[in-house]
Each structure stands twice: as structure tokens, then as C-alpha cells.
């Protein structure tokens, strides 16, 4: 149940997560440290330094408005060489790493600019995302729920907290942390997929019953409709309905995050395994950074014998 629940409410993350890559803005000011016994006539050197450190912060920024990730990067870089406590040339490095997938080195930038920058909510919101995307769902609950105390109107926030409490099987506190969003967006299929499972699990009937209702009407003919009655039937082992549904699925929307997933297991199934190994490499160039696709593949490889491809998999 659970690797159904995530599969699918995956989906859901890659239709909000892009919107919570917050760019840090300029600081009012750059303080450089200086010793106590340096003379007053440093002072003049020390100004120049700070309106060096904001001309290139704001290069920085316009290069990384512009997509110029490398320009970007050497910018705050040197912003930090002026001023190695500058918290928010950290944050926006954390930001270009998240756009590059480097969730590991995003972490390190971002928790650098939390150390100097406890009150700027938009760096914590981004530390809940890198952990959210690495799979550290308990670890992402904290910084999130201090955005959400902090900042109660914070939609992103608010869902992903919403997403990690269910996935942690804390089904009330999800409900608690995802209701509240319901008039902004229950026309969302996914969110109402995600709601219905935490309030079914955590004993709310009423509302179950609520979310089950509109997502049938909101769903209708719709691809994320189709795939969520597939993997059912992959739970059912009843693999060739289930590629029915997931193929009226990929006619509507080919590159839907964890589609080829549920249509390689499918065909896994069938021991179909040309078939299967074609569509979880069709995964893995749509989602790289999913752990359970290599797993599958290389599940796969071993029951053919290819020690070798397997273990690369693994």
C-alpha cells in the first residue's frame, strides 16, 4: 500500500515542488567582519567591500532569473569571499543545486544559511523540499512545520507537510495539515487522492467520503484517473487490466511522473521483461531520483541472470 501511495501521490509533489525553489532576495546590507584593532581609516575599504558584495549578489540573482546556473553559482561564490557569513548568498547557492539535483550539496548550502539566517522561512521551506525529494519524510516534517507556524497562508508548505505526515503514517496530523487547503484546490485530482487516503486511514469517515466523491467528479476521464485504477489492479495481480488503464493514461500524458513504473511492473508480471525493462528505463529518464525504479530494473535483471547489470542497478 504504501509503495501505491507514493508512487502516486508523486505525482502530486512534481505539480507543486518547482514553485517552492525560493530565491533569496538582496540584503539591505552586507556587514564584513573586521578586527577590533583595525584603524578608522579601513572604514572606507570596508564600504567598498560591502557594495562590491551587493553588485554581485545582484548578478547573481539576475543570472540566476535567467537560467544561467553557472553565472549564478560564481557570483554568490564571491560574494562569499567577501562576506563568508552572507546566509542568503548560501540560500541561492542551495537554490541552484536544487535546480541541478544535487540534493546532497542543496542541503549543505541550505543549512548554512539556516545557521545565519534562523528567521528567513523561504530557506527552511527549501530544506523540507531537499529532504522531501531525497525520501527523508520524518526529517522533512520539522523544517516544513516551522514554515507552516511561521507562515499559516503557505500553501506549498502546507501540502508538503501535509504529503510527509501521511507518508509517515501520521494520518490525523495530514488531514489537519491538507484540509485546510480545500478550497484553493479541491479541483485537484492528486490532492484529493492524498486527502482520502489520510482521512479513510485516520478514521474520518465523513470526510473520506467527501474527497472520494469530488475526486470522482474531478477526475473523470483524466490520465492521473487512469493510473491511480491501474496500479490498483497491479495490487489486484491482475496485470493486463491494469496496462489498459495505465495506456489510456500514457495517450493523454506520455511523460506522467511514475506511469512507465506501474506499466514495467505490469509487464513484469506478464514476464514480459523486454517489455518491462523498456519502461522502467522510460522512468528513469523522467525520474532520475527514484530510488525504487533502479531497485525494480535491477529485480529484473537478476531474474534473467545478468549478475553484472543487476548489481549496477542495486
Request: net charge negative; charged share 25%; glycine share 6%.
Amino acid at each position: 500500500m504504501r509503495m501505491l501511495l507514493l508512487a502516486n501521490v508523486g505525482v502530486a509533489v512534481s505539480l507543486f515542488a518547482p514553485a517552492s525553489l525560493l530565491v533569496v532576495s538582496s540584503p539591505t546590507s552586507f556587514p564584513v567582519s573586521r578586527q577590533p584593532q583595525e584603524k578608522a581609516e579601513s572604514r572606507g575599504s570596508s564600504n567598498a567591500s560591502r557594495a562590491d558584495a551587493a553588485k554581485l549578489f545582484a548578478e547573481g540573482q539576475a543570472a540566476l532569473q535567467r537560467g544561467d546556473l553557472d553565472g549564478a553559482s560564481a557570483a554568490f561564490h564571491k560574494v562569499l569571499a567577501i562576506d563568508p557569513n552572507a546566509g542568503a548568498a548560501y540560500a541561492n547557492l542551495g537554490v541552484i543545486a536544487m535546480r541541478r539535483r544535487e540534493w546532497d550539496r542543496a542541503l549543505t548550502f541550505l543549512q548554512r544559511a539556516e545557521k545565519l539566517e534562523p528567521k528567513m522561512t523561504g530557506v527552511r521551506l527549501n530544506i523540507g523540499l531537499v529532504k522531501f525529494r531525497r525520501g527523508d519524510y520524518p526529517g522533512a516534517v520539522v523544517p516544513l512545520r516551522s514554515v507552516v507556524h511561521d507562515q499559516p497562508d503557505s500553501f506549498q508548505a502546507r501540502y508538503l507537510l501535509g504529503l510527509c505526515l501521511l507518508f509517515v503514517e501520521q494520518y490525523r496530523e495530514a488531514v489537519a495539515s491538507l484540509e485546510p487547503l480545500w478550497p484553493r484546490t479541491s479541483g485537484n485530482f492528486m490532492y484529493l487522492y492524498a486527502l482520502g487516503i489520510a482521512a479513510h486511514n485516520g478514521g474520518m469517515k465523513e470526510l473520506d467520503e467527501k474527497a472520494m466523491n469530488q475526486l470522482v467528479q474531478v477526475g473523470e476521464d483524466s490520465p492521473e484517473f487512469h493510473m491511480i485504477v491501474g496500479k490498483a489492479f497491479l495490487n489486484r495481480e491482475e496485470p493486463r487490466k491494469a496496462i489498459v488503464e495505465l495506456q489510456k493514461a500514457e495517450s493523454a500524458a506520455p511523460n506522467l511522473p511514475f506511469l512507465h513504473f506501474g506499466l514495467g511492473t505490469a509487464f513484469m508480471q506478464l514476464q514480459d521483461n523486454e517489455r518491462a525493462e523498456a519502461e522502467f528505463k522510460k522512468e528513469i529518464a523522467i525520474e532520475p531520483d527514484l530510488a525504487d525504479i533502479y531497485e525494480q530494473l535491477g529485480e529484473l535483471y537478476l531474474k534473467r541472470e545478468r549478475v553484472d547489470d543487476a548489481e549496477r542497478e542495486f
